[in-house]
């Protein structure tokens, strides 16, 4: 009797040795870069209820699960979805519903596109974005002259690329109730000769915003739309988008309930009077594809339109500081009221007198907490007396490599020699913080990940300038720059445990690429394409 019952027991063993779990999909013959505590490759890996089961060899996992759905990607290389620490992804889709002004070689291409534009839309107001005088031979602003004898009935509001300033004509001036005797603190209306200009810096800009007509709902579903379909091509499954109101935030909930939406998103809610009262009381609200546990608050403006809040002026501006969009009263004000809750506090930081203001604001509110995670969005230019403070776990920098490339044309000549070692300093910031959250600024800059990859470990842009890089000693190494563009982004958010690898328990979201970019030359970064992305194991590109 005791022979027949183990041999029973030997054959139930077997039986049950030899049946496999069935998951729902198997990646197999990969190139893994799981991108875990350890950096470790893989092969293959199981996925089931949207999340990775488990993580090895081609072997080991074809011995132990079988699926509906196998891919063989054939040696290609696989890492965990990308995330854009900061853009702003509603923005990036609303404006394909405006003029595209990026990439204007001239104010006289400017005028052609708002032709073209207007002859096939015919809007009653007209918006467009992208414009960059640095860009152009003659780099100065641009005057409302030409838009005013061109368009003198239809009102224009043109937003410089980095969105802090804008181009208008004399319509949306009057629209606005804007006048040469207008003054607004934390920005600037220009004014040549006592007349307007059709600039506005910073805080007027807001005068404008409100004459400029709202997208309806239909709009506004397929601005979201059309911004996830370029994500997901571009192998992003999460995005940070830095800046929304309750209502956007509202339907972008809904739409991700519906299925419309499918990618993830951190949203860093407006710093306005009604989205702080209405949040504020409440705890974060969080679900598997949306976070909301953050403010957005702008500390200064930008470097090129001169906005940003320098400790010294301008060097190509005697007396001229920039401002703070908020006042450093207010900033605190602010800072203790979300020290008390479980939110983060996430500011625009540009000038090294704004990152100051900002980083002694965050010691301060923050005193006697740990690990608070409040982000310097930026950290752009930094006072060599400054940098010390990233020294804690209660702050950390989120930066955009590709506005180092960018601006480098130019930056020396807004900040001087010694300011500009102080710039664009990445590698500094992470030996000093020991992570770094990377992001784009899209559509402030191009979308593409890669662009972000090349610059940061290059350090030169689209056109490999310039050759041996920019200020080389803060490239940062191809595992760091992943690292910044999936775990420490995911960190960043507090995130770490559900996404920004691939491991077992996570969320399954994973990229296919049809080059290495980990090992391949740098000038073949940019040719690499995204062959495929997953969200939650399912194909969505």
């Keep these: ?56 060899t081609t072997s080991d996992i074809l011995t132990k699960y079988e699926a509906e759905k196998t891919i063989d990607v ?29 990439g204007t070689e001239s104010y006289e291409e400017v005028i052609q596109r708002i032709f073209e534009f207007q002859k096939e839309k015919n809007v009653p107001f007209i918006t467009g974005r992208g414009w960059d005088q640095n860009d152009w031979e003659v780099k100065e602003f641009p005057t ?49 000769d006592g007349k307007l200009t059709g600039i506005l810096v910073d805080n007027p800009m807001d005068l404008i915003d409100k004459i400029i007509p709202q997208p309806n709902r239909a709009q506004q579903i397929q601005a979201l739309k059309d911004a996830q379909k370029e994500c997901f091509s571009y192998g992003l499954t999460t995005v940070n988008d830095a800046g929304l109101s309750k209502d956007v935030i509202n339907l972008i909930d809904s739409l991700q309930k519906a299925e419309t939406l499918k990618i993830r998103m951190y949203a860093m809610i407006s710093n306005t009077p009604e989205n702080v009262e209405y949040y504020i009381d409440k705890e974060p609200y969080k679900t598997d594809y949306l976070n909301v546990s953050s403010f957005k608050v702008y500390g200064d403006g930008a470097l090129g339109s001169r906005g940003a809040a320098l400790k010294e002026s301008y060097s190509d501006q005697e007396n001229h500081f920039g401002a703070m969009v908020t006042s450093p009263a ?3 004000k602010l800072a203790e009221r979300i020290a008390k809750t479980n939110y983060q506090m996430n500011t625009h930081a540009i000038g090294d007198s704004a990152n100051y203001q900002v980083l002694k604001t965050y010691a301060k509110a923050l005193e006697g907490q740990r690990n608070r995670r409040w982000k310097i969005e930026h950290a752009q ?10 020294k804690n776990d209660n702050i950390f920098p989120s930066v955009q490599p590709t506005h180092a490339t960018s601006d480098m044309y130019w930056a020396g000549d807004r900040l001087g020699e010694t300011r500009e070692k102080g710039a664009y300093a990445y590698k500094r910031l992470l030996n000093l913080s020991g992570k770094l959250a990377l992001g784009t600024d899209f559509p402030v800059e191009y979308v593409s990940p890669f662009k972000t990859f090349y610059a940061a470990v290059a350090r030169k842009d ?54 290495n970019i980990m090992e391949i030359p740098e000038n073949d970064i940019f040719n690499t394409n995204v ?8 194909k969505v590109k």
């Design 381 to 390: 230019v930094i006072d060599e007396a400054d940098f010390d403070i990233f």
């Design 330 to 332: 207010e900033l605190s």
């Design 462 to 515: 689209s056109k490999h300038y310039p050759e041996g890089g920019y200020q080389m000693e803060n490239a940062l190494s191809r595992e760091e720059t992943l690292k910044g563009m999936t775990i420490w982004a995911a960190y960043s958010n507090f995130e770490e445990n559900e996404k920004g690898s691939i491991e077992t328990g996570k969320f399954a979201d994973f990229i296919v690429l049809d080059k």
């Design 74 to 102: 054939n040696g290609k290389t696989v890492f965990p979805g990308f995330i854009d620490a900061h853009c702003h992804f509603y923005r990036l889709g609303t404006d394909k519903q405006s003029v595209d002004l990026v």
């Design 531 to 538: 062959l495929q992305t997953f969200v939650a194991g399912k």
């Design 1 to 56: 009797m005791t022979k027949k019952l183990l041999l029973l027991t030997l054959i139930i063993c077997a039986i049950s040795c030899s049946q496999k779990q069935t998951v729902d999909t198997i990646v197999i013959n990969a190139k893994v870069y799981t991108v875990d505590k350890n950096f470790s490759d893989a092969e293959a890996f199981a996925v089931k209820d949207g999340k990775f089961v488990e993580v090895g």
């Design 144 to 192: 409302k002259d030409r838009l005013d004898k061109l368009f003198p009935d239809t009102p224009i509001a043109l937003t410089r690329v980095d969105g802090h300033a804008y181009l208008v004509n004399q319509k949306a001036l009057d629209m606005a109730g804007i006048t040469a005797a207008t003054k607004i603190p934390g920005g600037e209306v220009q004014l040549k």
